[in-house]
Each structure stands twice: as C-alpha cells, then as structure tokens.
C-alpha cells in the first residue's frame, strides 16, 4: 500500500504565503515524478507544477514567479511554496507522483487526498 499525504493548506488573505507538503509513505521502491494539481469549484483539475526525481521543476504560467515546487528524496516529500496568493488561487489542492512499490514492477501514479486553500479577506 502506498499513500500521499498533503498538509499545510489553510485560509489566507490575498498576498500572503502557504507552503503545502506532500509526503509517500508504505511500500516504495522509488519515488519518480512529483508533482501538485489544483481543481476549482465547477472546473477541471488543472496542473500546477511537476519536479523531476533529479530536481528539475516546471510551474505553469499562471502559478510562475508566485510559486515554487521542491522535494526531499530522502522523506519522498514534495513542497510547494505558494507565494503573492491571489483569490483565484482558491482550490483544492493535490499531489501527485510516480512510484515503483518493487524492483520489478512498472511505475504507477498515486494521488493525495487533496488539501483545501482559500485566499480570500
């Protein structure tokens, strides 16, 4: 068994910061790609930002500049810094990654529960 589990989410007023965190735990192998997702009310789950098991990031434009993705190999966490939070940053906020439960088998994604951020006064 193979669980992500997200933390850090919260209310907060337009401008501030949050930093989400996503940590795998049970039957792991190897940990490949990260990464966050968020989903709105009424729209679709939207890709955040992705990190490469090396470290290589990518934020998607609307995020750029505000938020940045990291990990931790060795606690197989993923981090999202969330910096200059705007209101239509409120969403549900998931993480997301590629793992490998044995040296045999191929890799699967899993995905967190989700974790709520409100940015709003």
């Known amino acids: 068994q193979v669980q992500l589990v997200e933390s850090g989410g919260g209310l907060v007023q337009p401008g501030g910061s949050l930093r989400l965190s996503c940590a795998a735990s049970g039957d792991i192998f190897n940990v490949g790609s990260m990464g966050w997702y968020r989903q709105a009310p009424g729209k679709q789950r939207e890709l955040v930002a992705t990190i490469t098991r090396g470290g290589r990031g990518l934020t998607v434009d609307s995020v750029k500049g505000r938020f940045a993705i990291s990990r931790d190999n060795a606690k197989n966490t993923v981090y999202l810094q969330m910096n200059s939070l705007k209101p239509e940053d409120t969403a549900v906020y998931y993480c997301?990654?590629?793992?490998?439960?044995?040296?045999?088998?191929?890799?699967?994604?899993?995905w967190g529960q989700g974790t709520q951020v409100t940015v709003s006064s």
């Open positions: 997301n990654a590629d793992i490998r439960t044995s040296m045999w088998s191929q890799s699967f994604e899993y």
